[in-house]
């Protein structure tokens, strides 16, 4: 049983790059996310997925665009990287979004230069 | 604008201590307040939970206090041990979409 499973683990971007964060969980959640951790400013989500085919902005949503493929998966996608979004990425996933555990994957190290 | 505001942002507790982390929220329509434990290089793992209609909720070492007038709520941690340095996220969730909203984490050291 995997769970949520992220890749790639770590990345380095050129600035103006493109790229895709893949997440997957096999748990048959309804709601996954998004989320960058940077220091002093905790977990911050990006976006959010209530469900298959859904998506929703959250608080720090600039800059990216996500693609809810099926139950099971939940890109994240930045189109331009800018150093500003080096970080720690993190999905997650719940099976719904209101009073249950939410599972993280590991992250994904992501560095613009 | 920080939904849930946590404090402090780092906590040094000795052996055998209570380590206590703060947080603070505004929007009424969270109606479901989790902590989440992170070890380096690693997730975050769910805690401990608390729904509002509760003011205080403990399992083993680790209790949630909630003030709901204040709009607060906390955690603490008795007989602090050095396995439980890590970081410590509060977190609230709306219940008019279910996001998952989270402070900005407090790094604990328990020393020895």
């Known amino acids: 049983n995997a769970g949520v499973t992220q890749t790639p683990k770590f990345q380095v971007l050129k600035t103006g790059q493109s790229m895709t964060l893949q997440c997957a969980q096999d748990?048959?959640?309804?709601?996954m996310y998004w989320y960058r951790q940077d220091p002093g400013m905790g977990l911050r989500l990006i976006y959010y997925?209530?469900?298959?085919?859904?998506?929703d902005k959250g608080e720090v949503p600039n800059g990216y665009n996500v693609s809810r493929l099926n139950k099971r998966e939940f890109s994240l996608r930045l189109e331009s990287a800018a150093p500003s979004q080096t970080s720690v990425y993190f999905c997650?996933?719940?099976?719904?979004?209101?009073?249950?555990?939410?599972?993280f994957g590991q992250g994904t190290r992501l560095t613009v230069v | 604008q920080q939904q849930v505001k946590q404090s402090p942002q780092s906590l040094i507790v000795q052996k055998g201590g209570i380590s206590i982390i703060n947080c603070a929220y505004e929007n009424t329509a969270f109606d479901y307040f989790p902590w989440y434990q992170q070890f380096p290089g690693k997730g975050p793992a769910l805690l401990i939970a608390i729904r509002p209609d509760v003011s205080e909720k403990k399992e083993g070492r680790f209790t949630i206090s909630f003030n709901k007038s204040a709009k607060q709520f906390s955690l603490h941690i008795m007989d602090s041990q050095p396995g439980d340095s890590a970081t410590y996220f509060c977190?609230?969730?709306?219940?008019?979409?279910?996001?998952?909203?989270f402070g900005q984490g407090t790094e604990l050291s328990v020393k020895p």
């Open positions: 997925s209530a469900s298959e085919g859904t998506t």
């Open positions: 997650a996933s719940s099976p719904q979004g209101r009073g249950t555990e939410a599972f």
């Open positions: 977190a609230a969730v709306n219940n008019q979409g279910g996001k998952l909203i």
């Open positions: 748990m048959n959640h309804n709601s």
